[in-house]
């Protein structure tokens, strides 16, 4: 299920709300609830994102914002990073 930029310009920070609904997306796919997403959350040790999981983000993140911070050959330890990432 994947969701496009234009299904969250109404929220004050584009770019936070989807990520954390990319983050509840991979949550709904263990069939787990989320947890609130903050950012200063950690994606591995926090949220508990194994390899695939961070791959199939990595892979929301090219598809919605045509760039991810992978690619990019960073690899961001926190929510908050990852917002920086397409804030900046």
Not at 21 to 44: C, Q
């Amino acid at each position: 299920m994947r969701r496009t930029v234009d299904q969250f310009v109404e929220t004050k920070s584009t770019g936070h709300q989807a990520i954390v609904r990319m983050i509840e997306d991979l949550f709904a796919y263990r069939g787990e609830a989320p947890p609130e997403i903050s950012l200063a959350l950690r994606l591995t040790e926090d949220l508990d994102l194994d390899s695939l999981e961070l791959a199939e983000l990595s892979a929301m993140l090219e598809e919605d914002f045509g760039r991810d911070p992978y690619s990019a050959g960073i690899v961001p330890d926190t929510v908050g990073e990852l917002v920086s990432f397409f804030e900046s």
